[in-house]
């Protein structure tokens, strides 16, 4: 009988085979026993999770399991475990995924995520270009950078990258241009001072060393793929090619190093190791929302969701919180009669200036405001 048989073709089918007439209950209730005979009971199956540790290490040597429990009330429930498989551990570097750390930032400070200044500080390069970013999520709201201190400690801005780790998103495009006019003043020993203007009128300025594989803009190095700097000197030579000088890391071989790791087979639960904790582990107490359970996952904006209305507080100017619970620092907003004021105080004349009267009040209308 597979698990995934509907109710109704299910009940269908038994009604078919026994020549019977079965209720919708009778079959919910025949299903459900027989799934607990393959897979064992919900309640016991915690009293597993230890022996299963065991399972798993004896094995797969290296590889990390962690159970976590808590006690609550007389007995220890279930809360949570991590597995991660030797074979997986050896084919990446650890680090701090970038994509759930800004979901839970918008969670909390959509206001500043809404500029993407917390994504422009992840992805920055070069020092300087992170403590830019950084400095204005730090002035707007000081709780935000408590936050990311606190809670996330490991490596997720990418100037702190090593440059043994190659890491980048392999949908970055290696043809990227630079939507500005550019100049080369070719140096020695296939090195080369790339001198440009954005759209915007800034000029900026990098180093690159070919036979080093490297840029000042700090970019070839960590992602082993050459920066938009180094692939203009290199198109500008004659007999050279792109792929010469992208990094090992994105060949075959090393592909196929990554994935040469290999998870052994484990045994049935019934031979398994004994494992003894001194207690029973008990299910988690779980508590059944409102409504029907949800059958998809809510897509973020990133994947194509929909864009929500936010919330913005009249007392800082962010987003996701109002007024009346508001934390962070007041927004300095003047008043429209102090504009009109200001507007307005050139209206003395000289006359009342040599006469030494007091000048007219000034008129604050629609016009002024």
Not at 176 to 192: C, L, M, P, Q, R
Request: hydrophobic share 30%; net charge positive; aromatic share 12%.
């Amino acid at each position: 009988m597979s698990q995934q048989l509907v109710f109704a073709e299910l009940k269908k089918q038994l009604e078919k085979k026994y020549s019977i007439k079965l209720s919708y209950y009778v079959v919910w209730d025949g299903r459900q026993m027989a799934l607990e005979e393959i897979n064992g009971k919900w309640d016991e199956s915690f009293e597993e999770a230890f022996n299963f540790k065991a399972e798993v290490e004896r094995t797969n040597p290296g590889s990390f399991v962690q159970i976590e429990n808590a006690k609550v009330g007389k007995k220890m429930r279930f809360t949570k475990m991590f597995v991660a498989l030797k074979a997986c551990v050896d084919g990446f570097l650890n680090g701090e995924c970038m994509r759930h750390l800004v979901k839970n930032f918008q969670k909390r400070y959509g206001g500043l995520c809404s500029k993407n200044t917390y994504g422009l500080a992840c992805r920055a390069y070069k020092k300087q270009h992170y403590e830019y970013h950084y400095n204005i999520m730090k002035k707007a709201s000081p709780n935000a950078i408590k936050w990311i201190e606190d809670s996330h400690k490991h490596l997720w801005n990418k100037w702190k990258f090593s440059p043994l780790c190659k890491c980048d998103y392999v949908t970055n495009n290696i043809a990227e241009t630079f939507n500005s006019w550019y100049v080369i003043h070719k140096g020695h020993d296939n090195t080369a001072e790339i001198q440009g203007t954005t759209q915007s009128l800034k000029t900026w300025r990098h180093s690159v060393d070919l036979d080093n594989r490297t840029c000042t803009c700090n970019k070839w190095q960590i992602t082993g793929l050459p920066c938009t700097h180094a692939l203009s000197f290199i198109n500008s030579l004659r007999n050279r090619s792109v792929e010469d000088y992208v990094d090992d890391y994105y060949s075959v071989a090393k592909f196929k190093k990554v994935y040469e790791g290999v998870v052994m087979p484990m045994t049935d639960r019934t031979q398994w190791p004994r494992v003894d904790m001194g207690f029973k582990l008990w299910p988690p107490l779980l508590k059944r929302s409102a409504g029907r359970p949800r059958t998809r996952r809510i897509m973020g904006v990133e994947e194509g969701g929909k864009i929500k209305k936010q919330m913005k507080c009249k007392r800082c100017g962010q987003f996701r919180h109002m007024m009346k619970t508001c934390n962070e620092t007041p927004q300095k907003i003047a008043r429209p009669w102090r504009r009109c004021f200001l507007a307005n105080t050139s209206s003395t004349t000289g006359e009342e200036e040599e006469r030494g009267t007091r000048p007219r009040q000034p008129r604050c209308d629609s016009a002024n405001v």
